[in-house]
């Protein structure tokens, strides 16, 4: 890492959003490799959060001035990083970005992160598993779920669509669906 960047503590609500790719152009500008196809996160942070790649230690605070789109990339530029030879010192860091400086989702609208662990109940009221995480499957998402089924664990598979899913309460950490056990 740069040694003029400041270290810091990651925040307690820090998602992971992309990596930084390498340098772009001769002013300091990096290219970011998102992790998201939309990657409103990287735009609504000023403050980024870089760790070194293949597990080395420390936390950097990264000031960003701008950041934009760029084809698949996003690039961007901060007054800590003034050329080219210190935007490649960041080629393969991790970007954080504190999950409370997201973007407000729409209504209906969730991001992955939050839905990660929410326990899922079909309108029966009985427990289905947990989400462990989200797959997208072309024209959907799909919610992966540890669970059991007679005392064995399972992996439960349910389409993340409207005509399954009835609700989403992120405050009672729950998903209500439109499916049964022994799907």
Sequence with gaps: ????????????????????????????WFKVLPHSAQPEALFSSKRWFLQPPGGGTGTFRLAIREAKEHSDWVVATSDDVPDRNAAEALRGARVF?????FPTAGT???????????EVVN???????AVRELLAAGPQTTLVLDAQ??????????PFVSAFVDGVDLAGRTI??????DY
């Design 123 to 129: 309108r029966e009221g009985v427990a289905l598993g």
């Design 149 to 158: 089924r007679d005392g064995e664990a399972i992996e439960r598979l349910i």
């Design 1 to 28: 890492m740069l040694p003029t960047l400041e270290a810091a503590a990651l925040p307690a609500d820090a998602i992971e959003v992309g990596r930084i790719a390498n340098a772009w152009g001769i002013k300091g």
């Design 108 to 118: 209906d609208e969730y991001y992955w992160v939050d839905l990660i662990g929410l």
């Design 97 to 101: 970005v504190p999950r409370s400086s």
């Design 176 to 181: 209500t669906v439109d499916w049964q056990p």
